[in-house]
């Protein structure tokens, strides 16, 4: 079967059908309706391909996907989003005036970035900003990768409560599993171009499979199955 991008409406936001892309992806099979979902697997696993295959960077060899119009993104290098001197002219770009951007980025506490120069922000900055730059475009979906990538404690909760508070779906590709199980719904599990697993984050994280492609066992399942604990939902993580 070639390559198709599937014109009708789907029930699901993001669908890959049976995706081939070289020898990178081996028929991917993923949906996504709501909430962040997840990519998790070593490296070279395809996640990043996954993610170029949802905003049209790449078209597959084989296989349907069903993706939104606007699919808005931020990538593994956060500064590749900016195009403008300042943050406030990066947001001009979709508000209407500089009170505008100010509530903006008052609502997610970041109001003291707006006059700053976007090559000057810190990496956690420079990734909360990107990120916003891509949700005030009016997406319908965000995809993102490394979302942590160099960034303090701090700012990794900053980035997990925005993404949490995004109305849209969001997929990540990340390696932080502590970072997963506090954001994340639903996670995929990718390895050598296959989806080996998918399920409830904390479902995934409490069987062996992440293990068994050389994860260590994040430190609070660790210490949750040592107790006999049994975490019942992902809320009682994130909260
Ligand atoms: N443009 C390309 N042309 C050919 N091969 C590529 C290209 N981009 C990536 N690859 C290869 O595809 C495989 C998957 O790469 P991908 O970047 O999707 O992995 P990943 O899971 O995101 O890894 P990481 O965790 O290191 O970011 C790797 O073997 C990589 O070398
Ligand atoms: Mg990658």
Redesign the pocket.
Known sequence: MAFKYVEVVSLAKIELIDVWY?D?LKGINLRVNEGVVA?V????????????VMVKA?KPDRGSVVIPEKVGSSW?NPYYSFTKPTVLEEFLEYLGSVEEVEEFLGSYGLKHLLNRYTFKLSVGQARLVSILLAVVWGPEALVI??PTNGLSLRERYAVSRLLRSIKIPVVM?S?DLDFILMTSDYVYV?ND?HIVCEGNTLDVFYSDVLQHIGFPEPEVVRVGKELGLRLRSVDEVKS
């Open positions: 070289k990178i990519l697997g070593p490296n070279g696993a395809g996640k990043t391909t996954i993610l170029k790449l593994q990768d490394e590709a390696h990718v171009g």
